[in-house]
């Protein structure tokens, strides 16, 4: 099956989930380079605060999974995480830890616009202080209060209703996107309730429920639909008008939506 370019709604954007992480280790910077020399049109990131307070690019709790060490991000102080390869365990070649900072740099000053999802991970022991930390950093990138949602660099994402709600209160022009994995939730009042731009559903959810697409629309909310590796599902996104595609494959994905 191929995508046409022409969809209901206009071709999804691709997002390089973790960055291009199906061929780098994920939240590297070799994988968000490869992300953006592939043509990614956003790039999605999980972020998490260090013991002395550092955003940093890590999905897990631990740094177990994706690196050659042990412990608890938020016990760690950046130093310490910054001993670590974060890259060997994926491909061989070694990588340090990403901040946000980081990211938000490669990202602004790439050659043509791109845009950041940032998801703050809920629960955790700093509580808001993640979101607190975030606006402080988008307001010094200045990029918290961007002219409208379409033209923002950075949208944040979260599964947490309490944690966009916090964005919504103190950056009302930021883009926000409730993430979730039920259509219970989402076609629900969750969206409206926080001041949510957009939804954002598992894929799994959306193959289920892509009624969900609509019913957003409706409302004035666009869909973001995570974690899209498969022709079969970048079809049923374009066809049924989700915005941004979240996959682990940006080059395989824009392929598939080039082709007609
Ligand atoms: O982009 C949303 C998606 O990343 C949510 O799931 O577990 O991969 O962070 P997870
Ligand atoms: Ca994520």
């Not at 260090?50 to 760690?76: A, K, Q, Y």
């Not at 969900?212 to 629309?217: E, G």
């Amino acid at each position: 099956m191929t995508v046409g370019r022409v969809s209901r709604s206009g071709t999804p954007a691709v997002v390089a989930h973790r960055g291009a992480s199906g061929s780098a280790p994920e939240h590297t910077l070799a994988a968000y380079e490869l992300a953006l020399a592939q043509g990614a049109d956003g790039l999605e990131c999980d972020v998490r605060l260090t013991s002395d307070h550092h955003l940093v690019c890590i999905h897990d709790r631990t740094i177990d999974r994706t690196s050659n060490g042990t412990g608890i991000v938020s016990e760690m102080s950046l130093a310490q995480l910054r001993d670590y390869d974060f890259g060997s365990w994926h491909s061989g070649t070694p990588a340090s830890v990403l901040t946000l900072e980081e990211l938000l740099t490669l990202a602004l000053d790439w050659r043509r616009p791109v845009r950041l999802f940032i998801e703050t991970k809920h629960p955790v022991r700093q509580g808001s202080l993640v979101e607190v930390k975030l606006l402080e950093m988008l307001r010094r990138f200045s990029v918290a209060s961007p002219p409208s949602a379409d033209h923002s660099r950075a949208v944040v994402i979260s599964f947490s209703s309490s944690g966009v709600w916090r964005i919504r209160r103190h950056a009302p022009m930021l883009p926000t996107i409730l993430l979730g994995d039920t259509a219970r939730v989402l076609g629900g009042s969750a969206a409206t309730a926080v001041g949510a731009t957009g939804i954002g559903p598992s894929i799994e959810t959306l193959r289920m429920h892509p009624e969900l697409v609509d019913k957003a629309a409706a409302a004035g909310r666009v869909t973001y639909c995570w974690t899209v590796d498969e022709q079969v599902d970048v079809q049923l996104c374009a066809d049924i008008g989700v915005r941004w595609i979240a996959t682990n494959h940006p080059a395989q994905v824009r392929d598939w939506l080039v082709t007609v």
